[in-house]
């Protein structure tokens, strides 16, 4: 499981250092895409491997699903770790997530997300009515 928020830089050859305690879940290789909210999902190779099974059983007849499933697959790349604990983030994607510099790698159960640190930031400043977000959550058996 992935926990924590941990801020780091992206050096100039576009890697980052990922936390230690998120390369102990990850293993060597791990797939990054394109993900909600304008930051990017990692997840490991067997988690990926149970979202591409239900992505597969959503109906081809449905705009929704394809355009759902372009998204998320068309921006997929699997990455490798290197030896000092580094990875190379896909220039398409840190176009995508708008990341410069700072990010802001966090832990959310299943995957990790990655975010400028900007948008990290705004998105904690927003007027989310987290109360009200509860009060849903228990619609949901939470």
Same mark, same amino acid.
């Given at each position: 499981?992935?926990?924590?928020?941990?801020?780091?830089?992206?050096?100039?050859?576009?890697?980052?250092?990922?936390?230690?305690?998120?390369?102990?879940?990850?293993?060597?290789?791990?797939?990054?895409?394109?993900?909600?909210?304008?930051?990017?999902?990692?997840?490991?190779?067997?988690?990926?491997?149970?979202?591409?099974?239900?992505?597969?059983?959503?109906?081809?007849?449905?705009?929704?699903?394809?355009?759902?499933?372009?998204?998320?697959?068309?921006?997929? !790349? &699997?990455?490798?770790? #290197?030896?000092? /604990?580094? @990875?190379?983030?896909?220039?398409? $994607?840190?176009?995508?997530?708008?990341?410069?510099?700072?990010?802001?790698?966090?832990?959310?159960?299943?995957?990790?997300?990655?975010?400028?640190?900007?948008?990290?930031?705004?998105? !904690? &400043?927003?007027?989310? #009515?987290?109360? /009200?977000? @509860?009060?849903?959550?228990?619609? $949901?058996?939470?």
């Amino acid at each position: 499981m992935f926990i924590g928020e941990y801020q780091h830089a992206i050096d100039t050859k576009n890697r980052i250092i990922v936390p230690s305690k998120f390369r102990e879940e990850l293993g060597d290789k791990f797939i990054i895409t394109k993900g909600l909210d304008g930051c990017l999902y990692v997840y490991t190779l067997s988690e990926w491997t149970i979202l591409e099974e239900k992505l597969k059983k959503l109906p081809l007849t449905s705009r929704d699903a394809r355009a759902f499933v372009r998204f998320f697959f068309s921006g997929a !790349n &699997e990455v490798c770790i #290197d030896k000092q /604990g580094r @990875a190379l983030l896909p220039q398409n $994607l840190l176009e995508y997530a708008n990341i410069e510099k700072d990010i802001v790698s966090i832990g959310v159960s299943t995957r990790i997300e990655i975010w400028s640190k900007e948008k990290w930031e705004e998105y !904690n &400043e927003s007027d989310m #009515d987290m109360a /009200g977000i @509860a009060e849903k959550m228990s619609e $949901l058996g939470i």
